[in-house]
Nanobody, 124 residues
Framework: QVQLVESGGGLVQAGDSLRLSCAAS????????MGWFRQAPGKAREFVAA????????RYADAVKGRFTISRDNPKNTLYLEMNSLKPEDTAVYYC?????????????????WGQGTQVTVSS
């Protein structure tokens, strides 16, 4: 498994931007497919975005498409989520996830490693 630590969350106003980071450590992390999920209070954790091991393929949930951008910097062992035009409904704990393999992963059960999460709160 790979160890994941998220950062960059905070309290912002609607329309603002935030960039989340996820630092990965462990063996062979460069071959991991990675993704972001989020969990709002009282709701199940949901898929946000995914990126393949090479960074050339991405996928987004409809709710964030056009506003969020997932990217990775393999030499820095870091995954990012750039979030623009934030809305109150984006308020959630955001989790980074990683899985051994090269394809995109969009389901929770497909990921073997998870971070502890970072809180994002968007006020109206």
């Amino acid at each position: 498994q790979v160890q994941l630590v998220e950062s960059g969350g905070g309290l912002v106003q609607a329309g603002d931007s935030l960039r989340l980071s996820c630092a990965a450590s462990g063996r062979n992390h460069r071959i991991y497919s990675m993704g972001w999920f989020r969990q709002a209070p009282g709701k199940a954790r949901e898929f946000v975005a995914a990126i393949n091991w090479g960074g050339g393929f991405t996928r987004y949930a409809d709710a964030v498409k056009g506003r969020f951008t997932i990217s990775r910097d393999n030499p820095k062992n870091t995954l990012y989520l750039e979030m623009n035009s934030l809305k109150p409904e984006d308020t959630a704990v955001y989790y980074c996830a990683a899985d051994r393999g090269v394809g995109l992963r969009t389901e929770e059960y497909e990921y073997e490693s998870w971070g502890q999460g970072t809180q994002v709160t968007v006020s109206s």
